[in-house]
């Protein structure tokens, strides 16, 4: 599923930020619970799908230079940006692995959210310029328990990838929701979770 768009005005409109590469994993089914969801609510959406994309998460040197600016060479990089211009709402669905969102995620975060476009410095640190984004929800899923990842490795998507990077570009709302323990627990548990992710999506 590559970049979807979904064309119909509204001033809700919900991004959705897929990264995960296998197309049998959870992660898939909770991107088709979430999309059904909207779908059924009337909720216009936009799916990105970084791996089908083939976005390249590498900082290259050329792109690096036009960093402050807020310019770039990546056609999908400004792709992504009038999606993020036009959604009032983000959700990312990604896996958990080594304690943190994947390399691709990170890279979207790297080459998208650029320096006078997501944000400018200011003498205290940032101004964050997506405020227009009034909730980001993450939904991950892990092999390790959800208690595991918040006290023993660093809360990594609470506290860096929300608390600070999309705290800091000004986006509201942020929320983490994790399926840990995902190849362990049963399959009632599995569709227990894809209810709760419709619910959410349409909140």
């Not at 009032?88 to 896996?95: E, F, T």
Request: charged share 25%.
């Amino acid at each position: 599923m590559t970049a979807k768009k979904i064309l119909k005005k509204t001033g809700d409109r919900t991004l959705i930020i897929y990264a995960h590469p296998y197309d049998g994993s959870f992660n898939r089914a909770i991107l088709e619970a979430a999309t059904s969801a909207l779908d059924k609510a009337g909720r216009p959406y936009d799916v990105v799908d970084l791996y089908a994309d083939g976005f390249d998460p590498r900082m290259p040197t050329e792109e690096l230079a036009l960093y402050r600016e807020g310019g770039t060479l990546d056609p999908l990089v400004s792709h992504y940006q009038k999606l993020i211009d036009g959604a009032s709402r983000i959700i990312v669905i990604a896996p958990i692995w080594w304690s943190e969102l994947p390399a691709i995620v990170k890279g979207f975060v790297d080459k998208v959210l650029k320096q006078n476009w997501a944000y400018h410095p200011t003498a205290t640190g940032v101004k964050g310029h997506l405020t227009h984004i009034k909730q980001v929800l993450v939904l991950t899923t892990s092999t390790a328990p959800t208690w595991f990842l918040r006290r023993f490795c660093g809360n990594y998507v609470g506290s860096v990838f929300l608390g600070a990077a999309i705290k800091q570009v000004g986006m509201h709302g942020r929320t983490w929701v994790n399926f840990g323990k995902v190849g362990k627990v049963s399959r009632r548990q599995h569709k227990k979770h894809l209810k709760r992710v419709a619910r959410l999506v349409v909140k």
